[in-house]
T-cell receptor, first 109, second 121 residues
Framework: EDQVTQSPEALRLQEGESSSLNCSYT??????LFWYRQDPGKGPEFLFTLYSAGEEKEKERLKATLTKKESFLHITAPKPEDSATYLCAVRGGGFKTIFGAGTRLFVKA | DARVTQTPRHKVTEMGQEVTMRCQPILGHNTVFWYRQTMMQGLELLAY????????DSGMPKDRFSAEMPDATLATLKIQPSEPRDSAVYFC???????????????????FGQGTRLTVV
């Protein structure tokens, strides 16, 4: 059965304190791994798609990496506006896309 | 600015009533997903469509939930009768999946609407 596990559940950082979020997955035939950001009361906002092990994507202070078993979302020198819930999702056979429970990130000024 | 539009944004209804949620996918997108989000379960996939055809609705309680795409610009999720445990935020997402299906399915990005917050009392 396809599974996605995100850790930690919550992460509190000081502004400028870099860290990483983890997404471990089990899926038959990975078609894509996705990272989303969700702010309270809003829908998830697409950040990245990763397709194969070794791939990396960057956007501003965020960098996503992928191995055969997990993905990391690295946040470099975060700012308070980076506070949100970060969701990881995987798509296996067909179009079925499964989400993890998310990591709630709090960045304090 | 292309976006997925969901209506209504909020719905409060009494147990036993019928609820219909609507979604307008991004123009040109050929794949539509319905998700439900709760604090306890997170984002759960209910159903998804490709080119208006339902591919998988195994995530939905079949006896009370139904999902349809009457045309390419409208997807609906209906609950009849509604129950308090259906209270959640329902999201619609759309994406452009590569064609044809048989040549391999590359990952494609799905874009979410703002959701419908349903409260069943």
């Amino acid at each position: 059965e396809d599974q996605v596990t995100q850790s930690p559940e919550a992460l509190r950082l000081q502004e400028g304190e870099s860290s990483s979020l983890n997404c471990s997955y089990t899926v038959s035939g990975l078609r894509g791994l996705f990272w989303y950001r969700q702010d309270p009361g809003k829908g998830p906002e697409f950040l990245f798609t990763l397709y194969s092990a070794g791939e990396e994507k960057e956007k501003e202070r965020l960098k996503a990496t992928l191995t055969k078993k997990e993905s990391f979302l690295h946040i470099t020198a975060p700012k308070p506006e980076d506070s949100a819930t970060y969701l990881c999702a995987v798509r296996g056979g067909g179009f079925k896309t499964i989400f993890g429970a998310g990591t709630r990130l709090f960045v304090k000024a | 600015d292309a976006r997925v539009t969901q209506t209504p944004r909020h719905k409060v209804t009494e147990m036993g009533q019928e609820v219909t949620m609507r979604c307008q996918p991004i123009l040109g997108h050929n794949t539509v997903f319905w998700y439900r989000q709760t604090m306890m379960q997170g984002l759960e996939l209910l159903a998804y469509f490709r080119n208006r055809a339902p591919l998988d609705d195994s995530g939905m309680p079949k006896d009370r939930f139904s999902a349809e795409m009457p045309d390419a610009t409208l997807a609906t999720l209906k609950i009849q009768p509604s129950e308090p445990r259906d209270s959640a935020v329902y999201f619609c997402a759309s994406g452009l999946a590569p064609m044809p299906l048989g040549q391999g399915i590359a990952g494609f990005s799905a874009f979410f609407g703002q959701g419908t917050r349903l409260t069943v009392v």
